[in-house]
């Protein structure tokens, strides 16, 4: 059996040891690539998530469809709608907020409000009998024709702190769709201000 | 005798065929997915104007003529008091004429919806709440009285008799647009069933 000089089997031993180490760096490799890619890969809330508009209150965030202007806050127990009795209470609270909205291009409803607490709860716009047929929700928007009006929303006045209105044309079908998004700014400490009796919904109307 | 051994074909030469189908079925998939997306999206909208000649234009089995447009048109009843418009905007009036040949084809008209279309593409609706600005039926069927109403204005009781066949009728349609485009918006008509396309009366 014959033998490899000592030199050449130097050669053959060090080639393996590079061998094995281009192996482990490869996989090492492909494992980062593995990894990457599959947090690179948009899921399938990242497809289905409205495209967040954000603007802040007093100035009109305008989305591809329609402009939204918040203008201010109430917040009550008790919430009078016009051409509506009696009074409506509730056991957290109304928070109406005060908005002018035009559409861009079309005619078109507002169908989705919601606002969004600090911690992620989202409370959906109120439906209390007689509300849509005077707040915004229910108003055809014309275009460059502002109308002003109100939103309505029933939550716990203590989640304000950090809450953030959100407004979409789609209730449904929305995957992407602009989804005007406008941080309300309420500190803990003026939710005393911003608390009424009885809060004054101003019905929807071109102004 | 030659020992020469001949050269196994390729992978590629061996699956050429599967290869050059791939070539064409991958741009095919994907122009038949696209396609239709594309399809389904351009027909959700009216894109395609049917312009109505001054003289008549025949569409959806009815002769569509030349509609007039008023701006700030007088309300039907001279006493009438109209609510205050919305600052910066302006009334529309306008007429539509009609014409079928047989009023059995009037069915194949319902559901028409009216609108205004500025230059820009930005469309106004009818204004469901101006009512005393309209002399004429609303809908693209037109009247549907036997006989001349008497609860009717006698000036404007004729207008909401049954079409009759061969003889044009008036349906009417109010818009609030702002004022700036008031003088360059053009009436239209669509359906919901007849999209992308869509009647256009030039003004």
């Known amino acids: 059996m014959s033998t490899l000089p000592p030199s050449l089997e130097e050669a053959v031993q060090r080639n393996g040891r590079q061998r094995k180490a281009l192996?482990?760096?490869?996989?090492?490799?492909?494992?980062?690539?593995?990894?990457?890619?599959?947090?690179?890969?948009?899921?399938?809330?990242?497809?289905?998530?409205?495209?967040?508009?954000?603007?802040?209150?007093?100035?009109p965030v305008k989305t591809p469809r329609f402009e939204l202007t918040v203008r201010g806050v109430q917040v009550s127990k008790k919430l009078r709608i016009p051409r509506?009795?009696?009074?409506?209470?509730?056991?957290?609270?109304?928070?109406?907020i005060d908005a002018v909205v035009k559409a861009t291009?079309?005619?078109?409803?507002?169908?989705?409000?919601?606002?969004?607490?600090?911690?992620?709860?989202?409370?959906?716009?109120?439906?209390?009998?007689?509300?849509?047929?005077?707040?915004?929700?229910?108003?055809?928007f014309a275009p460059d024709i502002p109308a002003h009006g109100s939103l309505v929303v029933e939550m716990p006045a203590d989640q304000l702190p950090g809450a953030v209105l959100q407004v979409m044309e789609k209730a449904i079908f929305n995957d992407l769709e602009p989804q005007a998004t406008i941080p309300l700014g309420v500190e803990k400490d003026q939710l005393d201000g911003l608390r009424k009796d009885v809060a004054i919904l101003t019905a929807a109307d071109a102004s | 005798m030659s020992s020469a051994r001949r050269a196994r074909p390729g992978w590629f030469r061996k699956n050429n065929l599967a290869l050059l189908s791939l070539v064409v079925a991958v741009p095919l998939a994907g122009w038949w997915t696209t396609h239709t997306d594309y399809k389904s999206w351009y027909n959700a909208e009216p894109r395609d104007a049917v312009k109505v000649a001054a003289g008549g234009t025949q569409y959806a089995d009815?002769?569509?003529?030349?509609a007039s447009v008023e701006v700030d048109p007088q309300p039907v009843r001279s006493t009438s008091v109209p609510d205050p418009l919305?600052?910066?905007?302006?009334?529309?009036?306008?007429?539509?004429?009609?014409?079928?040949?047989d009023v059995k084809k009037l069915d194949k008209l319902a559901g028409c919806q009216t609108h205004l279309r500025a230059p820009d593409g930005r469309i106004w609706d009818q204004a469901n709440l101006e009512d005393?600005?309209?002399?004429?039926?609303?809908?693209c069927t037109g009247g549907y009285d036997d006989k001349p109403a008497s609860f009717r204005d006698p000036k404007i009781a004729q207008h909401y008799l049954k079409p009759v066949a061969g003889k044009?009728?008036?349906?009417?349609?109010?818009?609030?647009?702002?004022?700036?485009?008031?003088?360059?918006?053009?009436?239209?008509?669509?359906?919901?069933?007849?999209?992308?396309?869509?009647?256009?009366?030039p003004r």
């Not at chain 1, 948009?42 to 289905?48: A, E, G, N, S």
């Not at chain 1, 509506?84 to 109406?96: H, K």
Request: charged share 20%; hydrophobic share 45%; net charge neutral.
């Open chain 1, 23 to 59: 192996n482990v760096v490869l996989v090492i490799l492909v494992l980062v690539a593995i990894i990457g890619l599959y947090r690179l890969t948009p899921t399938q809330k990242d497809i289905q998530e409205p495209t967040a508009v954000k603007g802040i209150v007093g100035k």
């Open chain 1, 84 to 96: 509506a009795a009696p009074v409506r209470e509730s056991r957290s609270d109304f928070v109406v």
């Open chain 1, 105 to 140: 291009r079309e005619p078109l409803h507002l169908n989705k409000v919601t606002i969004q607490a600090a911690d992620g709860t989202r409370y959906a716009g109120a439906n209390r009998s007689g509300l849509r047929e005077v707040d915004l929700t229910g108003f055809e």
């Open chain 2, 62 to 66: 009815a002769t569509w003529f030349a």
């Open chain 2, 86 to 101: 919305p600052e910066g905007t302006s009334r529309v009036r306008v007429y539509f004429r009609i014409q079928v040949d």
């Open chain 2, 132 to 139: 005393e600005f309209q002399d004429r039926p609303t809908g």
């Open chain 2, 168 to 201: 044009p009728y008036e349906i009417v349609a109010v818009f609030v647009v702002p004022t700036s485009v008031a003088s360059s918006v053009e009436p239209t008509i669509t359906w919901a069933t007849r999209l992308p396309e869509y009647l256009a009366f």
